[in-house]
């Protein structure tokens, strides 16, 4: 009996491989195209995340799979070798397409609101940064499977058109498309627009090793347009949110009380633009050291000439500087976040919000508490990121100026297209920058640091100083040098702007009444000049968030400060608190991200652009799967963040809703500024600190 069985068994096992081996006979093409797509698309999951493998891949296979089916409709060899090909190179291109971006930006994952920015893409891009790996082994793929694919066509046995065949094929075509609906509702399922918190425990990595690059995007599209609905909510929930607490006086509240104010967010500008640093910096300034070249004394005369404007700022009494600042940002982002103090999830504001009100913008509350004016400056285009609108209808701003004003007043013919030079916006607009005759807030945007960093004819200049200083020489075949050489010499041309506004303001003699903050955006990821400068390239390293520190100083008018350094963790959501705080204006507390760099409260960063959580110790973008924590770190920090990432979220989500729904509208603004009045009345206004007991 047991011997009839095995029979049996033996016989179904035959049956099934000679079923199987007479399928791949005549669908060879097919097996090598699935092999073939895997290995393009994994190609491009590893370049982007190093990881050879998908956690998620169902969607990606849903398509391979599909397209496999449809070649079962189709009569010849000849027309599945034409599907399977146009399929295959599709599918490499589409990668490209989104490993260049990914590249370009220093490691953005595609989601639905970046279709927006599908004009600035083409204007911000000087190189494409193609991945030579993806590209070689596409290559090879595609070369292998043409030659051989269209060998087989010829040799393969006659395709199975029978209707029975075609039924089948298109029972399985209907579920493979019902598991795919599934798959994707299965994926957005979570997403609840109050209540964000399970930010805090998902499976996503934040790069495309979940779902690969064409599974992702798939579910970008359909969560876009299918799942990101905000629900407005309860009405006076939100209100009483929005202005249920007010922030307190720190020891600085108030020192620069009726000062003009002055941000300058700087593209891509790092600490070792202008700073030696053999331990945070190796191969920066620090590698003429290293190599024997010079005495760290003698590099450290030499960029005091060679930047002698940052210095100034840097070194002075009266700025404070905020030593352990990060940015994980993109520059719209850091931008707006330093100007609103927030910045709601899976949207790009300049774009889908363009004619909201916004009146807690820094512009719009002080021309509702003081009636000043304020004016926006940006050697770039006027139409990048929408800012010719977006700054005048809903920040508050009075003027925009950007490169084409800037260059036409110049009359020189020349500048505009290319980086332009920080130093010729500077001079050219620092009377309207800087009105001697009433008080101002002004908002300046530079371009000279931004990337791609290679030879350019208005830096010459600058090249030819650190020549004579032997800093930074030109280094046949090492791109990485070049480009640090690049990138600091377009450093020199912005602490020329900076000297030029700070010998204006002092020959005004309004100095001594104006704050500048001095800020990054983002580190300089453009060619890696960041992870080169830094030597840092992997979380694996011990102070893997110093790769997104960057620069942030104060000045605070001509106050005898002591230059203080402040060590605590801030990040770019922490500028906009920390002006009013030192303006002395109490703010709805709840509006903010961030709080006062001279609060003991703690900051933690979540980067819309990259959809992490850090702050100095620990980066994340799950809790139960940390990408890096510092050496050292206990439980008990770990609790702490993730408290303090939950109130965070919970901020972000009502801020959805007052962006969605456009919340200050009509007599809300009045209510708002109203509400501000009452709050910022000298009888209400907190109680002005010591600066001797500043949090440092």
Same mark, same amino acid.
């Given at each position: 009996?047991?011997?009839?069985?095995?029979?049996?068994?033996?016989?179904?096992?035959?049956?099934?491989?000679?079923?199987? /081996?007479?399928?791949?006979?005549?669908?060879?093409?097919?097996?090598?195209?699935?092999?073939?797509?895997?290995?393009?698309?994994?190609?491009?999951?590893?370049?982007?995340?190093?990881?050879?493998?998908?956690?998620?891949?169902?969607?990606?296979?849903?398509?391979?799979?599909?397209?496999?089916?449809?070649?079962?409709?189709?009569?010849?060899?000849?027309?599945?070798?034409?599907?399977?090909?146009?399929?295959?190179?599709?599918?490499?291109?589409?990668?490209?397409?989104?490993?260049?971006?990914?590249?370009?930006?220093?490691?953005?994952?595609?989601?639905?609101?970046?279709?927006?920015?599908?004009?600035?893409?083409?204007?911000?891009?000087?190189?494409?940064?193609?991945?030579?790996?993806? /590209?070689?082994?596409?290559?090879?793929?595609?070369?292998?499977?043409?030659?051989?694919?269209?060998?087989?066509?010829?040799?393969?046995?006659?395709?199975?058109?029978?209707?029975?065949?075609?039924?089948?094929?298109?029972?399985?075509?209907?579920?493979?498309?019902?598991?795919?609906?599934?798959?994707?509702?299965?994926?957005?399922?979570?997403?609840?627009?109050?209540?964000?918190?399970?930010?805090?425990?998902?499976?996503?990595?934040?790069?495309?090793?979940?779902?690969?690059?064409?599974?992702?995007?798939?579910?970008?599209?359909?969560?876009?347009?299918?799942?990101?609905?905000? #629900?407005?909510?309860?009405?006076?929930?939100?209100?009483?949110?929005?202005?249920?607490?007010?922030?307190?006086?720190?020891?600085?509240?108030?020192?620069?009380?009726?000062?003009?104010?002055?941000?300058?967010?700087?593209?891509?500008?790092?600490?070792?633009?202008?700073?030696?640093?053999?331990?945070?910096?190796?191969?920066?300034?620090?590698?003429?050291?290293?190599?024997?070249?010079?005495?760290?004394?003698?590099?450290?005369?030499?960029?005091?000439?060679?930047?002698?404007?940052?210095?100034?700022?840097?070194?002075?009494?009266?700025?404070?500087?905020?030593?352990?600042?990060?940015?994980?940002?993109?520059?719209?982002?850091?931008?707006?976040?330093?100007?609103?103090?927030?910045?709601?999830?899976?949207?790009?504001?300049?774009?889908?919000?363009?004619?909201?009100?916004?009146?807690?913008?820094?512009?719009?509350?002080?021309?509702?508490?003081?009636?000043?004016?304020?004016?926006?400056?940006?050697?770039?285009?006027?139409?990048?990121?929408?800012?010719?609108?977006?700054?005048?209808?809903?920040?508050?701003?009075?003027?925009?100026?950007?490169?084409?004003?800037?260059?036409?007043?110049?009359?020189?013919?020349?500048?505009?297209?290319?980086?332009?030079?920080?130093?010729?916006?500077?001079?050219?607009?620092?009377?309207?920058?800087?009105?001697?005759?009433?008080?101002?807030?002004?908002?300046?945007?530079?371009?000279?640091?931004?990337?791609?960093?290679?030879?350019?004819?208005?830096?010459?200049?600058?090249?030819?100083?650190?020549?004579?200083?032997? /800093?930074?020489?030109?280094?046949? @075949?090492?791109?990485?040098?070049?480009?640090?050489?690049?990138?600091?010499?377009?450093?020199?041309?912005?602490?020329?702007?900076?000297?030029?506004?700070?010998?204006?303001?002092?020959?005004?003699?309004?100095?001594?009444?104006?704050?500048?903050?001095?800020?990054? @955006?983002?580190?300089?990821?453009?060619?890696?000049?960041?992870?080169?400068?830094?030597?840092?390239?992997?979380?694996?390293?011990?102070?893997?968030? @110093? /790769?997104?520190?960057?620069?942030?100083?104060?000045?605070?008018?001509?106050?005898?400060?002591?230059?203080?350094?402040?060590?605590?963790?801030?990040?770019?959501?922490?500028?906009?608190?920390?002006?009013?705080?030192?303006?002395?204006?109490?703010?709805?507390?709840?509006?903010?991200?961030?709080?006062?760099?001279?609060?003991?409260?703690?900051?933690?960063?979540?980067?819309?652009?990259?959809?992490?959580?850090?702050? #100095?110790?620990?980066?994340?973008?799950?809790?139960?799967?940390?990408?890096?924590?510092?050496?050292?770190?206990?439980?008990?920090?770990?609790?702490?963040?993730?408290?303090?990432?939950?109130?965070?979220?919970?901020?972000?989500?009502?801020?959805?809703?007052?962006?969605?729904?456009?919340?200050?509208?009509?007599?809300?603004?009045?209510?708002?500024?109203?509400?501000?009045?009452?709050?910022?009345?000298?009888?209400?206004?907190?109680?002005?600190?010591?600066?001797?007991?500043?949090?440092?």
């Amino acid at each position: 009996m047991e011997n009839g069985h095995s029979n049996k068994f033996l016989n179904m096992l035959k049956r099934t491989g000679k079923a199987l /081996l007479a399928f791949c006979k005549v669908n060879y093409l097919m097996c090598g195209y699935i092999v073939a797509a895997i290995i393009i698309e994994l190609t491009g999951v590893a370049v982007t995340s190093d990881r050879f493998y998908m956690t998620e891949p169902w969607l990606f296979l849903s398509f391979v799979i599909l397209v496999c089916l449809i070649s079962q409709f189709l009569p010849g060899h000849k027309s599945r070798y034409a599907l399977f090909m146009v399929a295959l190179t599709a599918n490499f291109i589409f990668d490209m397409i989104f490993i260049v971006v990914y590249d370009s930006t220093g490691g953005t994952v595609f989601d639905y609101a970046m279709i927006n920015l599908r004009n600035d893409a083409i204007t911000i891009l000087e190189t494409i940064p193609f991945s030579f790996t993806h /590209l070689f082994v596409s290559a090879v793929i595609m070369a292998v499977y043409g030659t051989l694919g269209f060998k087989f066509t010829k040799i393969m046995p006659k395709p199975n058109v029978a209707r029975s065949s075609v039924i089948t094929t298109a029972a399985l075509t209907a579920l493979t498309l019902s598991t795919n609906i599934m798959t994707v509702y299965i994926s957005n399922e979570h997403y609840d627009s109050n209540d964000l918190k399970y930010k805090l425990y998902q499976n996503e990595t934040g790069t495309y090793s979940n779902k690969g690059i064409v599974g992702n995007f798939y579910n970008e599209l359909v969560r876009g347009m299918l799942f990101s609905k905000i #629900d407005y909510g309860d009405e006076n929930e939100l209100k009483s949110f929005i202005y249920g607490k007010t922030t307190e006086p720190t020891p600085l509240t108030g020192i620069a009380d009726g000062y003009n104010v002055v941000t300058i967010l700087c593209e891509s500008f790092e600490w070792f633009t202008f700073l030696y640093d053999e331990v945070d910096f190796p191969n920066g300034f620090a590698k003429t050291v290293s190599n024997g070249e010079m005495t760290d004394a003698e590099v450290k005369q030499k960029l005091r000439e060679l930047y002698p404007n940052f210095y100034r700022f840097y070194e002075s009494d009266s700025t404070v500087v905020l030593n352990n600042s990060h940015s994980l940002e993109k520059t719209d982002i850091s931008e707006n976040k330093s100007m609103l103090g927030n910045y709601p999830l899976f949207q790009y504001i300049n774009y889908d919000y363009p004619d909201n009100s916004l009146p807690y913008s820094i512009p719009n509350v002080l021309k509702t508490l003081y009636g000043v004016e304020s004016n926006s400056f940006h050697n770039g285009y006027k139409t990048f990121y929408n800012r010719n609108d977006f700054h005048t209808n809903v920040l508050g701003f009075k003027s925009f100026t950007a490169a084409e004003d800037i260059y036409e007043a110049t009359q020189d013919g020349g500048g505009v297209g290319e980086r332009n030079l920080d130093s010729v916006m500077f001079d050219t607009c620092k009377q309207q920058m800087f009105p001697v005759t009433r008080r101002f807030n002004t908002y300046i945007t530079t371009i000279t640091q931004h990337g791609q960093y290679a030879y350019r004819d208005n830096l010459q200049p600058y090249y030819d100083k650190l020549d004579k200083a032997g /800093l930074l020489p030109y280094v046949e @075949d090492d791109a990485n040098a070049n480009a640090l050489r690049y990138y600091c010499a377009a450093g020199m041309d912005t602490d020329k702007a900076i000297g030029i506004m700070l010998d204006y303001l002092e020959a005004n003699d309004i100095a001594d009444n104006t704050i500048i903050t001095l800020f990054g @955006d983002h580190n300089a990821y453009y060619q890696g000049v960041s992870n080169y400068a830094k030597g840092i390239y992997s979380s694996e390293h011990p102070a893997y968030t @110093d /790769l997104y520190r960057v620069p942030v100083m104060i000045k605070v008018g001509n106050a005898n400060l002591g230059n203080p350094i402040i060590n605590k963790f801030t990040c770019v959501a922490d500028i906009y608190p920390t002006v009013l705080d030192l303006l002395g204006i109490t703010m709805f507390k709840n509006l903010n991200y961030g709080v006062s760099a001279f609060s003991e409260e703690p900051s933690i960063l979540y980067s819309r652009a990259y959809d992490k959580f850090m702050t #100095d110790k620990v980066y994340f973008n799950t809790l139960s799967k940390l990408i890096y924590l510092a050496p050292g770190t206990d439980e008990k920090y770990l609790g702490s963040v993730e408290r303090t990432a939950s109130a965070l979220l919970e901020k972000i989500s009502h801020v959805n809703r007052i962006f969605a729904y456009d919340y200050f509208k009509g007599n809300k603004t009045d209510e708002f500024n109203t509400r501000l009045k009452t709050i910022n009345e000298p009888s209400n206004a907190p109680i002005t600190g010591d600066k001797d007991g500043y949090y440092v």
